[in-house]
Structure formats: structure tokens, C-alpha cells
């Protein structure tokens, strides 16, 4: 297999981010410094799959090296210095992430790593699963030769996810995430000691090492993915959701709840609709919903958008009752958030309940964008005070619009004058 990665390093780039990989490559040779391409990009030319990541590292200074590929590529150029990393935003391509080699430490489980500069053995060995890390030279002397200190090829080609060491998870919980996103998105499997070390962290309380921010980060990059609904189902089977909260479950098997048609979604979209079937599962109480999402640390619109996904769960059996008028149907769904409802559209197993879900989309494409051509001026101007009589005739206005009895602005003109009239 690895004799195939030579030829694919060029074909899964674009020419013109080859040559600037190997022209700046070239720089960095004559400061003795070496550049590799590790992690992911190897991982996906081996797998021959479409490259999603551009990983750099530098042993010598990566800031260096991202500044002067930034001024060939004219580019745009985002830096860390505390941690030695650079990005590159290429127009119209992927991005390009350097980091100078390192080495790191873990004072204590869950902390974040003691850095310290390292060659490129150091940075292969505090990667999370032998996957990710190989590397491939780049610079000019040793072009195209790959290092495997961990044997991640064997592991490509057995398709396993296996840790580096036995205190990985201990080290950093959150790898407990990205295990089963890449067994899933990948169709490996994790490794047998990996598993039980994953087992083990849970149960040891691992989690409670690391902050919720860094927790949360990593569920909701979870979300994002196609195979989002069979990574969840492993993640609580592993134990890993009951034990960031109690509340938070994903009882289902893989295939059972998920947004669809999935290839036709954004990340933010897959996002948003697991996020509303988490309120719901909550057991239609909007209040544990919140709690729950403010226990993650959610931004507010994702707090809304739980609290309010537990309310739609509480309402879809009214949502599917018999002979519901379309005013009917305004009522139980206005005021709720509308990106909730749109998530709650694409949830295909709900779609078998074709009497409630044709209504939700009835009020999300149609109801509600009815609006009365009449304002609160007109009523002004026929002589209504300010006041409930406003609220009262204008939401009279608003049900016979959603009905379809105004369809004219004079048939809305006639109605409010009947209406004031029989006030007087």
C-alpha cells in the first residue's frame, strides 16, 4: 500500500498547492530544516479518499515557513505563537495547518499538554490513533519517503483504530470522540485494548478531568458528520453521554433517527436537527431541555432551539389531530423557534406521521409567511384607539387571513371596518 503513496500525494492536491508545498519545502532545506506531510492526508492517500485535511509540520520554525508560503501563494495568513502554528487560507482551496514539531506532556489526566520543541518522532508520537500518525517528507533530500514509527499502516489495512499508548484516554479524554468518529466515518473498527481503554476512562471518570467547553467542542463536530446518529449509539453504549449528563441519551440504533436526505445537508443542518432530537429526548419538558443544554455550555440559540424541540415533542400529538384548522395549526407552532422546525422537518422517521409533519411544513413554507396587508395605522385611521381593541381586531384580522377568507386588501379593508363597528 505504501508504494502507492508517492503518485497519490500529487493527484489528491491541486497542481499549484503541490508545487507551493514543494517549493517551500525547498526554503525551509536550506535552513537544515526538514517539512513533512502527516496525519489525516496520509491516512485518506493511503485510503485513497478525498483529502479533507492538509496537515504541515516543520521541524524548525513553522511560522517562518507559513509567512514565506504566504507571500508566495499571496495568501491569507492566521497565526499562533504561543503554540509555534500557522494557518494558510488559500482561495478557493483547503487550508493549509503548520505546526512546528513537538513534543508533549500531560502534568496531570485531562490538562492541557506541556509543549516543548521536538523532532518529527516526538510529534508522531503525541498523536491520537497510529492512523494519523505517519508522515511523508517533503523537503528535497528524503522527498517522498514515509515514516510509520507506529505501524499505521498495518492499522489501514486491518482497518483498526488503535491508540499509541495505554494512557491516552487517561491523558485526553476527548480522543474518546474523535475513536468513534473516525471508526464510523471510516468504517474501521476499534481496536480491542483501545475499546477497553475507552471503557476503562469512563468508568474511572476520565470525563470530569476536562472541561465541559472542550467536551462540548468535540460532541457537537460529532454532529456535523454524516454517520452522526451511529457514532451517538456508540457513544452511549460506551457510557460516555450519561456520564457528561444524565439526560443526555441516544437510544436509537444506527439508521432509526437521522436527518435526511443526508448528502444534500450542510454541517450546520445535521448539527441542528441531532441537537433538537437531544431536547426532545429529554422527555418533552422544555425546562430539563434547557438545563441540559445550559449544563454544555450552548451558545443561546442552541439553548432555545433544545427548550423548544422539548415543547414540538409535547405538541406533535396535537399537530396530527383530525380536522385541525390551518389557524389551528399557527397557534400550536408560532413563537417556536423556526431553525427547531426546520430541524424537526428533516427527522425522516417523523415523516411517517404524515398527518403532523404535512402540517409542519404547511406552516414553515406557507402559514407562516401570511401576513394581513392592514397595520395598526389603518385601524388608526378609522378611528380606533390604541389599545386591546388593536390586538384584539388584528389577530381577528390575522386567523380569517390564515384561513384564506380575506384574499383581497379590500376584503381585509371591509372586515376590519365590521369588526370596530360592532365594538362601537
Not at 515557513?65 to 499562533?80: Q, R, S, Y
Not at 441542528?272 to 440559540?301: F, I
Not at 413554507?365 to 388608526?380: A, F, Q, Y
Request: with cysteine; hydrophobic share 40%.
Amino acid at each position: 500500500m505504501n508504494d502507492l503513496l508517492p503518485a497519490r500525494l500529487k493527484t489528491k492536491l491541486p497542481p499549484h498547492t503541490f508545487d507551493l508545498l514543494t517549493k517551500a519545502a525547498g526554503l525551509a532545506s536550506e535552513r537544515r530544516w526538514q517539512v513533512y506531510l502527516v496525519a489525516g492526508y496520509i491516512r485518506d492517500c493511503l485510503l485513497d479518499l478525498p483529502v479533507r485535511d492538509i496537515d504541515i509540520t516543520i521541524v524548525g520554525d513553522a511560522l517562518q515557513v507559513a509567512e514565506e508560503m504566504a507571500d508566495l501563494a499571496h495568501a491569507e495568513l492566521e497565526t499562533f505563537g504561543q503554540f509555534g502554528t500557522a494557518t494558510l487560507k488559500i482561495a478557493g482551496d483547503l487550508d493549509i495547518d503548520l505546526v512546528t514539531a513537538r513534543k508533549e506532556s500531560y502534568p496531570q489526566p485531562g490538562a492541557l499538554p506541556v509543549v516543548e520543541a521536538g523532532d518529527i518522532y516526538h510529534d508522531l508520537a503525541r498523536r491520537d490513533f497510529s492512523i494519523n500518525a505517519m508522515a511523508v517528507e517533503l523537503t528535497p533530500t528524503g522527498l517522498g519517503q514515509l515514516l510509520d514509527p507506529h505501524d499505521g499502516i498495518g492499522d489501514v489495512q486491518s482497518t483498526s483504530i488503535r491508540v499509541l499508548h495505554d494512557r491516552s484516554f487517561r491523558d485526553d479524554p476527548t480522543r474518546i470522540f474523535r475513536a468513534v468518529k473516525f471508526a464510523r466515518r471510516l468504517g474501521f473498527a476499534i481496536e480491542k485494548q483501545t475499546l477497553e481503554l475507552i471503557l476503562q476512562a469512563v468508568r474511572d471518570g476520565s470525563l470530569y478531568t476536562v472541561s465541559m467547553d472542550r467536551i462540548t467542542r468535540e460532541l457537537l463536530l460529532i454532529l456535523e458528520e454524516p454517520h452522526a446518529d451511529a457514532m451517538l449509539w456508540d457513544l452511549d453504549r460506551f457510557g460516555v453521554l450519561g456520564a457528561i449528563h444524565p439526560l443526555l441519551a441516544w437510544p436509537y440504533e444506527p439508521g432509526k433517527i437521522r436527518p435526511g436526505p443526508d448528502e444534500l445537508l450542510k454541517p450546520q443542518e445535521r448539527q441542528d436537527t441531532y441537537l433538537a432530537v437531544m431536547g426532545a429526548e429529554t422527555g418533552t419538558d422544555p425546562d430539563e431541555a434547557e438545563k441540559l443544554a445550559r449544563w454544555l455550555n450552548l451558545p443561546a440559540p442552541y439553548v432555545k432551539m433544545m427548550r423548544d424541540s422539548a415543547r414540538l415533542a409535547g405538541l406533535w400529538s396535537k399537530l396530527g389531530e383530525n380536522a385541525q384548522s390551518n389557524w389551528q395549526t399557527y397557534n400550536l407552532l408560532r413563537g417556536l423557534d423556526l431553525r427547531t422546525l426546520q430541524a424537526y422537518a428533516r427527522i425522516e422517521a417523523l415523516q411517517a406521521d404524515s398527518v403532523a409533519w404535512r402540517r409542519l411544513m404547511h406552516y414553515i413554507n406557507t402559514l407562516r409567511h401570511v401576513k394581513p396587508e392592514l397595520k395598526g395605522d389603518h385601524l388608526e385611521s378609522l378611528g380606533a384607539k390604541p389599545g386591546p381593541l388593536y390586538r384584539d381586531v388584528l389577530e381577528e384580522l390575522l386567523e380569517a387571513k390564515i384561513e384564506g377568507r380575506l384574499p383581497t386588501r379590500a376584503d381585509e379593508e371591509r372586515f376590519v371596518r365590521e369588526r370596530l363597528a360592532e365594538r362601537e
